[in-house]
């Protein structure tokens, strides 16, 4: 714990250590006293109630599954039961994080039933239904996201996001409940269950803690009961997978080893490491897919024997939405994970695709027409995505023969109609060479075209994995495991193969897509595998201090009954990238201004500069809000002392508070959504 403990110190500001009778700003009546930090044994965090079964939920950008394992039978991670419809040439395993609302927004379908229902209806129909997708990067692109944000469906109309992620998170639980049920024989009680949902690491508090209001809303777990929910970032997830990883779970890209005794129907492999050339590995992802319960040997995985104490390795997720890394060390001999730098990515994932090829289309046939025809033809406009999705899958470094892409017949007729030309014609005169048209009403792309439309997603990717990797923090990485579904495409493995040169080994696990939920199981059995994390942003509130000259700028000088005070004054609760354990505790003592107070309301600032000295500085802003409910709790004491304890090293920030004079329990909650 040393090292925990040391970093604890440098939180201790010299200005705090002596109580002051002040209030923070804007903040009626709220006097710190000296802030403490304590180091809680981790070991007895988050015990809580029993569960039965941990149900684990990825809610992907594009696609969205669940996984399950009986705390009895932890070794047993069973997949959710194979879905209706599908795609030719992609693994049904997940269905599309898809969602149909009736005009009457009442919630109707979701994945492929949603998407094959909408696009059976007529389109004179249609426009009046609620077609929505791709909608969870609303989340993360949205900056003063709140509990009231819209969404927009297809038709163009805007619903309640909120609505959206409940309708999706009630599908789920019926669906696991339902299978659930089945397989024991009797209806199955949802508070016999764990839920964990799985976020991106990259994401920031308020859409965390969006994520934790849907399931309340969707009646997931009740809002009394929060423990009954985790929340796990996808990376750590998959990070905890690959430490079970064997040999023949998994492709390792460039070793020199041979292929021993492999053949591709082997469902096990011969227990060698197979090196593949990122097609083949293709291939190798996309058979063994036939089982839906995975052994996790309760043994450590033969990679992962390979790891001794303090090596170091980096997951890299790539998803639909987001590319996300961390970087982990691991600890023997239990083999506990320690996260080395804070969370890192960005909204690089498999959909950046999507978008050039729209901008591909505008470049054709007008920019003007394609916006017309998205909210005229939606439908349609569904249908060609779907198409460009399965030909985006076949791209592939060494590709010599063009791939086709169906056009609707709606999207000819209805470019007829619009430009008084034909689609044809259009190509002709875009003087987009790479794109031809064929008569059986196909758009023909070469594959350099193809590959055209994945280079701005690959670089962003390619450029902050090579930021990552001149970071000190991240040298001697001996692992890289790429996960999340973006990892199956060969042109990014030979974009990171050709960035890495060797001074990793890469290594693919089979199922790539199903890493994470796996994972998110594992997690859910036991959420305290990752004992200590990096805080993503520098946390505090604003306060007074005794004002010194020389120190303080004279402007921010406040004069109270013959007291010479400092505003502004930035107190830290934790700083960017500082290693935090697990149930380690931020300790601070607020006093009510008034015997009569209720509520007292303590804003909290963050900024992602690791060291701040005032809440006024440039990138200093306020994100959340501490509620401390005193109701209830008056005492006799001159003084009233509300001790209140934060935790920072989970996966959300929590709260605690008592009152020191009488030992009573404070209600105390942190809100970081916008209000």
Request: hydrophobic share 35%.
């Amino acid at each position: 714990m040393s090292e925990a403990d040391t970093t604890t110190d440098k939180i201790i500001t010299d200005a705090m250590a002596n109580p002051s009778p002040a209030k923070s700003l804007g903040d009626p009546g709220i006097t710190p006293l000296s802030p403490t930090h304590i180091q809680n044994d981790t070991d007895q965090v988050q015990s809580g109630p029993s569960f039965v079964v941990v149900v684990a939920i990825d809610f992907g950008t594009t696609s969205s599954g669940y996984a399950y394992a009986f705390t009895k039978e932890p070794e047993c991670i069973h997949t959710m039961r194979r879905w209706e419809g599908g795609d030719p040439g992609v693994s049904n395993q997940k269905t599309p994080t898809t969602i149909l609302l009736t005009p009457d927004r009442k919630f109707h379908s979701f994945g492929y039933a949603a998407r094959d229902f909408y696009h059976d209806l007529d389109p004179s129909e249609s426009k009046h239904w609620l077609y929505l997708e791709k909608f969870k990067m609303k989340l993360h692109t949205t900056a003063n996201l709140s509990i009231d944000t819209d969404i927009h469906a297809a038709n163009g109309k805007r619903v309640k996001a909120l609505d959206i992620f409940a309708y999706a998170l009630a599908f789920f639980k019926e669906q696991a409940l339902k299978e659930l049920s089945d397989q024991t024989g009797s209806d199955f009680d949802n508070n016999d269950v764990r839920w964990v949902i799985t976020v991106p690491a990259i994401w920031k508090m308020p859409a965390k803690q969006f994520m934790r209001e849907a399931a309340y809303k969707s009646g997931l777990v009740p809002r009394e009961n929060p423990e009954q929910l985790i929340i796990a970032l996808e990376p750590e997830a998959a990070s905890i997978y690959c430490r079970k990883l064997r040999l023949h779970q998994m492709v390792d890209l460039g070793t020199q080893t041979t292929q021993n005794g492999f053949s591709p129907n082997d469902n096990v492999g011969s227990g060698m490491s197979q090196v593949v050339s990122p097609g083949h590995a293709k291939e190798l992802v996309r058979r063994n897919r036939q089982s839906r319960t995975f052994l996790v040997e309760n043994v450590i995985g033969e990679l992962w024997s390979e790891l001794e104490e303090g090596d170091r390795y980096v997951v890299m997720d790539c998803g639909g939405g987001t590319v996300d890394l961390t970087v982990h060390q691991i600890r023997l001999p239990e083999g506990h994970l320690k996260e080395l730098y804070k969370a890192s990515g960005g909204p690089y994932g498999s959909i950046g695709v999507d978008y050039e090829f729209e901008k591909l289309l505008c470049k054709i046939f007008g920019q003007d027409f394609i916006d017309q025809f998205k909210v005229k033809r939606p439908a349609a406009w569904v249908d060609l995505m779907i198409a460009f999705e399965s030909r985006k899958r076949a791209a592939a470094p060494d590709r010599t023969n063009p791939l086709n892409i169906n056009l609707p017949f709606s999207f000819i007729d209805y470019y007829k109609k619009f430009r008084g030309h034909s689609v044809e014609h259009a190509l002709r005169k875009s003087n987009v060479d790479f794109v031809k048209w064929s008569s059986q009403g196909m758009l023909r792309m070469s594959p350099d075209a193809m590959n055209t439309l994945f280079k701005p997603t690959i670089d962003h990717i390619i450029q902050h994995l090579t930021e990552l990797f001149d970071k000190p923090e991240v040298s001697d990485i001996k692992f890289l495991f790429l996960v999340g579904g973006f990892a199956e495409s060969s042109l990014l493995q030979q974009a990171v193969q050709n960035m890495l040169q060797g001074r990793s080994r890469i290594i693919i696990p089979h199922d790539v897509g199903l890493t994470i939920l796996k994972g998110a199981v594992l997690f859910g059995l036991d959420p305290s595998v990752i004992k200590v994390r990096r805080s993503p942003l520098t946390y505090g509130v604003g306060v007074l201090n005794r004002f010194v000259e020389g120190k303080h700028p004279p402007e921010k000088l406040l004069v109270k009954d013959g007291t010479r005070w400092c505003t502004d004054v930035f107190d830290t609760f934790i700083s960017a990238d500082q290693s935090v354990a697990l149930g380690e505790m931020v300790k601070r003592s607020y006093t009510p201004a008034k015997p009569s107070q209720q509520v007292i309301v303590i804003h909290v600032y963050c900024s992602e500069k690791e060291s701040v000295a005032f809440i006024s500085q440039p990138g200093v802003r306020k994100c959340g809000t501490l509620r401390l409910d005193v109701s209830g709790t008056e005492s006799t004491a001159a003084r009233r002392e509300i001790q209140t304890l934060m935790q920072f090293g989970d996966t959300e920030i929590r709260a605690m508070a008592v009152d020191v004079s009488t030992g009573r329990t404070v209600k105390a909650s942190i809100d970081f959504l916008s209000h």
